[in-house]
């Protein structure tokens, strides 16, 4: 769609999840673009490595007795699917680094024992909202009271990012009042992370998905929120093929 053009959908926004309530803090014109105009982003590299170790590592963990090369195998192929017609310049240096984040996750998750369950769908419907937040947490161990959320970085953090803790908390405090945990693996390192305050950490997903809900409230006309957002340029979220789009639907 170029400039001139008008858009002419109509806003299909159903639900709210973790990771479209951090989008719209982090950047409410891109939330735009994707949750309103419906122009979604390509995944990166990062993104795609991500859910290439998180299948390496389930295999692992529901098979005691598969071996790392086989885990590795899998998380290997998945991700070459995943990123084959992929630009990104990064993609052969990420592929490098599945191996070692395969096996250190195994080595910090196996202790756990088999998850009694793996990508739970969790729904939750709080007073005060009108549409549900949903979500799916990665690992659950019911028989340790214990939910886990695996995390793909390049650096490893020293405690628990603050909009992953929104998400750990809605699924921990969602799925019968479970312990919830947060396991980040970088390419040298792996450490896991014990979320406290988890019904605090929840009510701000909810105060945060109640103002998204005020923010949609305020126009049925897709046009109306490209009037009163702006992308930031020098975000990331504005980086490649994104810039252009900045151009086309804010003129900017």
Not at 77 to 99: F, G
């Amino acid at each position: 769609m170029t400039a001139g053009e008008r858009c002419t959908h109509t806003i299909d926004y159903d639900h709210h999840s973790a990771s479209s309530t951090t989008l719209f803090c982090a950047s409410p014109a891109m939330w735009v673009l994707e949750k309103i105009l419906g122009v979604r982003q390509p995944a990166g590299a990062p993104a795609r490595r991500g859910v290439a170790v998180e299948e390496g590592v389930t295999l692992g963990l529901m098979n005691p007795d598969a071996s790392l090369d086989e885990c590795v195998k899998v998380a290997v192929v998945r991700y070459d699917t995943l990123t084959a017609l992929s630009p990104d310049a990064r993609r052969e240096r990420y592929r490098e680094t599945i191996s070692d984040m395969v096996r250190q996750a195994l080595a910090e998750l196996r202790p756990y024992g088999v998850p009694s369950s793996v990508q739970g769908r969790v729904e939750w419907r709080p007073d005060g909202l009108r549409l549900p937040v949903i979500g799916f947490f990665d690992f659950e161990w019911a028989q340790h009271g214990i939910i886990v959320d695996l995390k793909t970085a390049e650096k490893l953090p020293s405690r628990i990012k603050v909009s992953h803790a929104r998400q750990a908390a809605f699924y921990a405090a969602a799925s019968d009042n479970m312990a919830a945990r947060l396991t980040y693996v970088t390419p040298k390192k792996c450490e896991t992370y014990e979320l406290e305050n988890i019904r605090e950490h929840r009510e701000a997903l909810r105060r945060i998905a109640m103002r998204i809900e005020n923010f949609l409230a305020l126009s049925d006309d897709p046009e109306f929120f490209k009037s009163i957002t702006v992308p930031d340029l020098d975000s990331f979220y504005w980086g490649g093929p994104a810039r252009q789009l900045a151009y086309e639907h804010w003129q900017i």
